[in-house]
């Protein structure tokens, strides 16, 4: 190539930049403020601006993100073989919540068409769940779910359609564990998910320790809310099960089938985003898309929940100062030590978060990734912490405690009251959730050029110079607002294709 | 009633009867010994034969299977409430291997018509399996098995069918926790499965940590093993991945078509054992007659897996005295050691194993389960431990090492090679493997009644009088080998149920 090549800082300190040319820059190719390239550097990584001497701080995002294993000459590539990574932040001594940012001008008259429920959360599809208590009755729930699909729903016409929550739980497994409480409160809360319209349908066998009464809201006592079990003496043969199943299917299709969409208010929004098979564009393009998405969600009123306790732990000194007070700052710092505390248990620690993908696409290290992560929280004050699988208390910013690891991260997504998913991915994934729909933004252009059919946004255009993060931000919250009213299919949904839901269960099986 | 009701001992010793008669027994009724009811007892349920001082031992199996937290006075019904667990047998303590029992005749003449394979094992049913090295791309391999399934298989009508092999594994997880190699080595064995025909699939995404190369059989290089990324650069587009998956499918699909059944020997089998939703008679009626028809396997050459580590510790004094040698029982204390360090570390102990089905059937705990469960091994020397999701390598007994739950345990014996699965239940379960046939044994007449398309064997006859364990247990060997040859079909998969897998996992996710 001729010509010097552009280089990007993510912060006035930092002391590399990632390589902006598609298939990378070659030995002597010269950047934009003379540093001269003393190594092949691939697409995406990093390159040293400065000489850092061994032992020196790399510093990206103006933060340490690793520590020089040997000295880094100016213009040497900067990978995960040369650096170690710094000791996490300490959680003793995390920054207090400082005076919350003025709150952003309060956004008004942004709607979308949702089914309104008696409990006031919103859904943005109109869906019959069938929630089970145990593994074992989801190859008969996914007969009646294929039943329901082929016989009855053509009959309602103002159903969506219907979903099995199968899982591994239920039996089996540790039910009186102190960690036990996660799993069932995810059950518990997905079965609420404002997508299914208040009406819950457990199935269950009948001996199982998860009591599949344990599913249904409390005080619940109407039609809205049965329990069937597979061992009711009542059922001769299995034929008589699928029928009184399908016949209790009717009832609740029949109530969901008369809802309406009407308009709400953008502060009915529960938005669950979330980054995965990330790269070192990741934190430039996509997630700060999704961050000022996310800021002009609850300045509308809605409510975000960021999550990826693996990809918070080394950016919780950053995200204390913004704890709307200390109670919400210690909560922070709880969810932290509890991770800690649960990965050290099994051997292994918040290390263990980055792939091979993320390492081929320039990413060195959990330090890094995480400082790209937490932009997608935008910058409004964090209201309320949950606890993995806990349901939303408060409108605005949330953090949700959840691994990273996508479909766990989704599933407790949904259980907190998720009505829109929205997912970054640099590498690529066909990920998608049949219970919520599912925005997916690719964080550069040739995937999202490749993917033509999979990604619903390119935020490469902000790398390109195409688009910048406001543009592609507000186009972002345009999309969550056509997808959330039905009027926009997500690619996915078009596609048809979905995942299966994963519990996180930190208790063992037994 | 008039008359005294029949008393069942297992064992000379027994201080304790179960009530065999339908709907229980009430106060004041008489058993055959003289002993007059103080309490109603459930049908199934313990009544004491003797006084049993506070403090004092109840007996059952001949051993003890609680302590009276309270004066039992004959007559009285002997439940959960009113016993304590004894200590587990010490694991330092255990007895040593026993000569070996004298080896039963051998059992000549036995055949099954099975699929054999180039590595010597024998499938019982042709199946195209779709392993995967992720999660994420589950959605997507279901979209192509339904593909395969429509559109490939009516033109190759010697492929029994096509599994996808999902599961909640390959990212997001501690990929190099020290517990990470009992997840991994499942899946690398799952895929060499008999019944997949030494054809091997592998669908992965790309970026994840589970590189899709460790799926394949050491040194694989033929068409017969195949991995395809979503990510690969040459898929412009959804439909162009699918197509490149299909045209995979093709190759694998033509030589499995090829393949026909041949007359194999009984030692060809790999019978994996397991109960679920067990009850008081699971020991005396559908235990022993799988204890039986294992026995019988063996005896042909066989190899029998029993499982289930919660169920066989209080139990494994038992067992190390039938271990082949030394190294066999150290093995059996270093599985049993595992698992009691692995729920401790949860903060929970072997008696979270047993469930309110369970009790309701009559358990009174993890000590009388356990020596109900430990029947189904029958009374073949053990010749090998597998630790969990580890193939087998000898034939004759195997204590293959995995939870009780039932997709976790049916999973990992899938792993070791397992080409036929029985299974016994007294509360029943729809439970149902796709990848290899599974025989259901009802322990009670009143569950196969009821259950009548659900079921495969009435084991329930032993305690009517109607049939002998010798005689249920041919049956039981007969229907192995009839359903091995796939000349009878299950009850499950005529009613085409099936079960995902469920991966064991002890290691944390990230
Ligand atoms: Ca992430
Ligand atoms: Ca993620
Ligand atoms: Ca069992
Ligand atoms: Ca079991
Ligand atoms: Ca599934």
New interface residues.
């Given amino acids: 190539m001729t010509g010097t090549a552009p280089i990007l800082k993510t912060h006035p300190d930092d002391n590399v930049s990632i390589v902006l040319v598609e298939g990378g820059l070659k030995v002597g190719a010269e950047l934009d403020d003379g540093t001269k390239l003393v190594d092949n550097v691939p697409f995406g990584h990093k390159v040293a601006l400065t000489d850092i001497p061994e032992g020196g701080s790399v510093l990206r995002y103006g933060t340490v993100i690793g520590i020089a294993k040997e000295p880094l000459a100016r213009g040497a590539w900067v990978n995960e073989h040369r650096i170690h990574l710094p000791e996490p932040p300490s959680l003793d001594a995390l920054p207090a919540p400082a005076a919350p940012a003025p709150a952003a001008p309060a956004l008004d008259g942004h709607t979308f068409d949702g089914y309104r429920n008696v409990d006031g959360s919103v859904g943005t599809k109109n869906l019959l769940a069938i929630t089970t208590s145990v593994?074992?009755?989801?190859?008969?729930v996914?007969?009646v779910v294929r039943r329901i699909r082929d016989e009855l729903l053509p009959r309602y016409p103002n159903v969506d359609g219907v979903v099995g929550l199968?899982h591994?739980y239920g039996?089996?497994?540790?039910?009186?564990?102190?960690?036990a409480k996660v799993p069932i409160r995810t059950l518990q809360n997905l079965a609420r998910n404002p997508n299914f319209g208040g009406e819950v349908m457990v199935i269950g066998?009948?001996?199982?320790?998860l009591?599949p009464e344990r599913l249904l809201p409390e005080g619940a006592t109407g039609d809205d809310a049965t329990t069937l079990f597979?061992?009711d003496?009542q059922?001769?043969?299995?034929?008589a099960m699928v029928d009184g199943i399908l016949r209790q299917a009717e009832g609740h299709l029949e109530r969901l089938d008369r809802r309406r969409r009407e308009p709400c208010p953008a502060s009915d929004l529960v938005v669950g985003v979330q980054c995965?098979?990330s790269d070192a564009f990741s934190g430039l393009t996509a997630n700060p898309v999704v961050g000022y998405a996310a800021d002009l969600i609850v300045a509308a009123g809605g409510t975000v929940l960021f999550s990826e306790v693996?990809e918070v732990r080394d950016a919780v000194h950053l995200l204390t100062p913004r704890a709307a007070d200390a109670e919400v700052a210690a909560a922070l710092a709880r969810e932290m030590a509890w991770y800690d505390a649960?990965?050290g248990?099994?051997?292994?620690d918040?290390s263990?978060?980055t792939?091979?993908?993320?390492k081929?696409?320039g990413l060195s290290g959990i330090v890094e990734k995480a400082l790209g992560s937490v932009v997608k929280s935008g910058t409004s004050p964090i209201v309320d912490v949950l606890g993995p699988g806990e349901r939303v208390r408060r409108k605005g910013l949330n953090f949700a405690a959840t691994?990273?690891?996508?479909?766990?991260?989704g599933t407790l997504q949904l259980a907190a009251g998720m009505n829109l998913h929205v997912f970054t991915t640099g590498?690529?994934?066909?990920?998608?959730l049949a219970e919520c729909p599912t925005l997916k933004v690719a964080t550069n252009s040739a995937l999202a050029?490749?993917?033509?059919?999979?990604m619903d946004l390119d935020a490469g255009q902000i790398a390109s110079g195409g688009a910048t993060i406001e543009e592609c931000g507000s186009e972002l919250f345009r999309l969550i607002l056509e997808t959330a009213s039905g009027r926009r299919q997500t690619a996915?949904d078009r596609?048809?294709?979905?995942?299966?839901l994963?519990l996180?269960n930190?208790?063992?099986?037994?």
């Fill in positions: 593994q074992c009755v989801a190859g008969v996914d007969h199968n591994s039996c089996g497994v540790a039910i009186a564990a102190p960690d066998l009948g001996c199982e320790k009591r597979l061992q003496l059922f001769t043969g299995f034929a995965g098979g693996t649960y990965l248990r099994g051997g292994a918040r263990a978060n792939t091979p993908g993320n081929a696409g691994p990273a690891g996508d479909f766990v991260c590498r690529g994934t066909p990920y998608n050029g490749r993917w033509h059919d999979l996915a596609l048809g294709i979905f995942n299966d994963t996180f930190p208790a063992p099986v037994t």
